[in-house]
């Protein structure tokens, strides 16, 4: 989990590097290009049928769609901002996710968990510094791209019998897609053999990332690995003063150790929560 979070942070970073001197829809299409490399041999062997026979294809072309938004929003967002910024607007994404589960799973929030989203929501606010700035279009457009990226993970959890190679698949199919239609107006010739390189391990840099949190996941609990996603931060906090000389602000560090303090509460006693269900027995009807 630790070295996939260092990967998703390096991932992120060549992105910014790229959409600083490539188009938006360039970069997309060719990481998606670089990503389907390594998902075909994938999926071929989990066998065609993951794709033929999916469940719920509204529900998987809705969450499609909200991961192509969550890319381009996250990447036109790195050309303007400092990653630790972008990044901590992301981390954010399992308030909401928290907030609207109520209206939309049917799930109970109580009195603790909604006071943890609204301190979650609390640091977003410092985040974002509340002034005339924080109305800025590539701000808007972070928040943007993390409620997609919210609904994205929602949307995952109606679709838990579908392999996450084909989840993967139409998520990097749909983000390429997306990023061929703009190819026309926003295709930059490549400058030199590096960068050409990097555009093509931006995909195999984010695959791998996927790969070593699946990994993870299936090796141990979520109680022990999900809470270092948030080593994620500091990695972006590190490559972003390493490779943009970006410092990070005041009111950003705030913003995201509220976040972080709220996120990791959340997920601390819905794990406690289901522990408690597992140990009480059945109410009889």
Known sequence: ????????????????????????????????????????????????????????????????????????????????????????????????????????????????????????????????????????????????????FAFMLITGRFLRGTPDSTLVFFQVVGAGLAGLAFVPFDWAPIASSRDLLLLGLLGIVAMSAHMLVNRALKMSDAATVAPLQYTLLLWAVVFGWLFFGDVPRLGMMIGAALIIASGLFIFVREQTLKKKEKVLPAVPE
Do not use: H
Not at 4 to 28: I, T
Not at 98 to 112: C, H, I, K, T, Y
Not at 131 to 139: G, N, Q, R
């Open 1 to 148: 989990m630790l070295l996939g979070m260092v990967m998703f942070a390096l991932n992120d970073a060549m992105g910014k590097w790229l959409v600083s001197s490539y188009g938006l829809g360039q970069v997309v299409f060719l990481r998606s290009l670089a990503a389907l490399a390594i998902l075909i041999p994938m999926v071929w062997m989990a066998g065609v049928a993951s794709l033929t026979k999916v469940e719920r294809p509204k529900m998987q072309f809705a969450r499609v769609v909200f991961s192509t938004a969550e890319v381009f929003c996250f990447y036109y967002a790195v050309i303007y901002l400092p990653l630790a910024d972008v990044m901590t607007y992301w981390l954010a994404a399992p308030i909401y996710v928290a907030a609207v589960s109520p209206f939309l799973l049917g799930e109970q929030v109580g009195w603790r968990r909604w006071t943890a989203i609204a301190i979650g929501f609390v640091g977003v606010i410092i985040a974002l510094e509340p002034s005339s700035a924080m109305f800025t279009m590539p701000a808007v457009i972070s928040i943007i791209g993390s409620a997609a």
